[in-house]
Structure formats: C-alpha cells, structure tokens
C-alpha cells in the first residue's frame, strides 16, 4: 500500500469555560480571540443572556463545560469569584489553568501543573500557546472516532474507536502511538482485502 491512510480530524465539540478576573478582561479577550481561531469554543461570563442569573447560570455552563480554563494573575489570585469557580472545576476534574502573569495561585491550586503564558504577546505558535491548545482540544474531543480511509482502486474504508483509555487521556506521544498502531492494522486490512480483491478476479 502506498503512503499513510488519511486520518480523519476528529470532531470538536462544547466549550471550554473561561474564568478569570475583570481586571484582566484585555488579556482574556486576546486569549479568547487566538483559541477561537484555532477552533476551540469559549464561554464567559460576558457571552449570559440579559434576564440569566449570574449564579445559576455559571453554575450551569462549569457543570456543561468540558474544561475549566482558569487565568491566573495579581488580580484573579485574590478574586474570591475566581478562587471559587477554579475550586468547583477541581472538584469535577476539569480544571485546566494558565499562567497571564508570574504569580503563585492560592493553594491548593499552586500545586497543578500549568500552561505558562506570563510573557505571551499573542502569538498562536509559542509553545506553551500550542501547548495549552492541545490540552483544550483533547477536552473537546473524548470520544471522538478515528477514521482511517484507504483507496485501494476500490473503497476500502475502516473506522476505528479508541478502546480503553479515553482519547482526551492520551498524551501526545500516546496517541501518535495509537495512530501508528491503527496504522499498521489497516495496512494488514488492506493487503488481505488486496488478496481477497485478486482471487475474485481469477
């Protein structure tokens, strides 16, 4: 077979919470604009229905949320409305925090591994960016399908679901690995499919 299947992207879907503190609303804003264009959906505070309670209604969206993206700053590290939402997406396993300033967060939230954009200028290719990128879209994507297509003058078409561990799970490694393997499947696949496709032709 030659060259690589083509590996379908798998499907985005909710939205990331985005908590942080007004004083901040500038660098919030940029950073919500950069992650949109890169696909990923963002709700704030700003985006509530005029006539929604503030309380149940950010309730509502942390408890919909696939993740709880947290910016941590001078301002929010002392914001008793931030410390508190960042606190309920602990508590549901969603938290995922971010660095707009060198400062250390309240405990316990000092003690999470967290996306360092303290010198960011809004550049959509800096590292630790594509790195908070890639967790997001992991969190939008849990169980999205593989879908591996392989043209063989026929159509010879698989899809495959991760098995196991949850996709949004897998480090980037894991999943280059889990790709590979697929990889090497669907070759097997196809070769057999190749022998079957030759004999029916004798």
């Not at 209604?57 to 941590?72: K, Y």
């Not at 700053?73 to 938290?95: G, I, P, W």
């Not at 297509?149 to 991760?162: C, K, L, N, Y």
Request: some cysteine.
């Amino acid at each position: 077979m030659e060259g690589p299947p083509t590996i379908a992207p798998a499907p985005i879907h909710g939205h990331i919470f985005l908590s942080y503190s007004h004083e901040d609303a500038s660098k919030a804003q940029q950073l919500r604009t950069a992650l949109e264009q890169d696909g990923v959906t963002i709700w704030q505070d700003v985006d509530m229905a005029i006539g929604k309670r503030f309380r149940g209604e950010i309730d509502a969206q942390i408890v919909s949320a696939t993740a709880v993206l947290v910016l941590w700053t001078e301002a929010s590290a002392t914001s008793d409305y931030v410390q508190s939402e960042a606190e309920r997406a602990r508590l549901v396993d969603k938290l995922a925090p971010a660095f707009l300033a060198p400062v250390t967060p309240p405990p316990p939230f000092d003690a999470f591994n967290t996306a360092d954009l303290s010198g960011w200028n809004g550049d959509r290719g800096d590292t630790e960016y594509q790195r908070l990128l890639a967790n997001l879209r992991a969190c939008l994507t849990p169980d999205a399908p593989v879908g591996v297509a392989v043209d063989d003058g026929g159509a010879i078409e698989v899809e495959m679901q991760p098995v196991g561990t949850p996709f949004a799970d897998l480090r980037e490694e894991k999943r280059g690995e889990a790709l590979r393997t697929q990889y090497r499947l669907v070759s097997i696949f196809a070769d057999k499919a190749k022998t079957l496709n030759a004999h029916e032709r004798l």
